[in-house]
């Protein structure tokens, strides 16, 4: 029996006290206790499944993850950057979805968080923007 335990339970009601106001204040202690054990706030995020290196064309656009799937917590935002905007920039869309959006040929890093009261976790990755490929042209049509 801990220090706490023994303190209540040799806590004595006045006898005036109904049976209501008994109830009141052992809830207000069992309140106060939860408070002091530090359960007012969800776990801080935790990174489960980082993502992996990416390779895209300039002229294409990537739905690259899904944060939610990522990351591990509850009431969780999302954020992202690209240490070099010009070669490919970074963004979470309104479900946390991670989306890359090339400039121009070269390589970057982009890092991801998840945050929420509690604490924040985050990942980054590499992307490398190749050339576009460039289409065959379209033969001639056949003719005399």
Known sequence: MTDMTRTLASFQLPRS???????????????????CNGDDGPEPPELVDPIDDQQIAVDENREVADLNAVFDGEALSFSAFSENSNVVAAQIDGQGVLLITPNSVGEA????????????????????????????????PNGD
């Open 109 to 140: 890093e982009i890092t991801y968080v998840a945050e929420n009261e509690s604490g924040d976790a985050n990942g980054a990755f590499n992307v490398e923007v190749e050339e576009a490929d460039i289409a065959d042209p379209p033969e001639p």
């Open 17 to 35: 006290l109904s049976a209501i106001g008994s109830l009141l204040v052992v809830l207000a202690l069992a309140v106060s206790l939860s408070a």
